[in-house]
Nanobody
Framework: QGQLVESGGGSVQAGGSLRLSCLAS??????????IGWFRQAPGKEREGVAS????????YYADSVKGRFTISHDNAKNTLYLQMNSLKPEDTAMYYC???????????????????WGQGTQVTVSS
């Protein structure tokens, strides 16, 4: 069983940038390849997938709403996931969660139901 800890959230103006980090710790994440990603949940809305990546191949997956603005990356040696968020919009305001599963990303790489381990979240607020 592993633990995920996010950091890097904050408040920015529209058009600004933020970089989120997620440290994955525990025996499983140091031993196996896994799918890991970022999800977000705005007040009154369902949690949605933002981006994910498979540690084995480096394949990446993005929600249409963030393509071209967000970049997901993973440092295998540090078991750390990053999300570089550029050109932020007020609609990006949400709690951002890191999540992982000890398996490939499969056919639904941004499905909330597919991920077993979750972090506590970090708040991102974008003002207009």
């Amino acid at each position: 069983q592993g633990q995920l800890v996010e950091s890097g959230g904050g408040s920015v103006q529209a058009g600004g940038s933020l970089r989120l980090s997620c440290l994955a710790s525990g025996l499983s994440y140091g031993r196996y390849t896994y799918c890991i990603g970022w999800f977000r949940q705005a007040p009154g809305k369902e949690r949605e997938g933002v981006a994910s990546t498979y540690s084995g191949s480096g394949s990446t997956y993005y929600a249409d709403s963030v393509k071209g603005r967000f970049t997901i990356s993973h440092d295998n040696a540090k078991n750390t996931l990053y999300l570089q968020m550029n050109s932020l919009k007020p609609e990006d305001t949400a709690m951002y969660y890191c999540a992982a599963q000890i398996m490939s990303c499969g056919v639904r790489p941004l499905s909330v139901a597919s991920f077993t381990d979750w972090g506590q979240g970090t708040q991102v607020t974008v003002s207009s």
